[in-house]
């Protein structure tokens, strides 16, 4: 598979949730090319997944 395939198997599994997965090959398809736009889509998704709002668990 190239980078992009890769790059597009992980769009799919971000649409469907399943994130990790997602991050997974974006890493792959970030490996086969650097300049990849998987770079960005998986920089975006760690902030979603690494966000933290300290007022929710502080009410």
Excluded: H
């Excluded at 190239?2 to 997965?21: A, I, P």
């Excluded at 890493?27 to 998986?42: F, H, M």
């Amino acid at each position: 598979m190239k980078s992009e395939d890769y790059y597009e198997t992980g769009n799919r599994f971000r649409r469907e949730g399943n994130w990790q997965e997602a991050i997974n090959n974006y890493t792959i398809a970030i490996s086969l090319d650097p300049d990849s736009p998987a770079v960005e889509a998986k920089r975006m998704l760690e902030d979603i997944l690494n966000y933290y709002n300290k007022d929710m668990y502080n009410p």
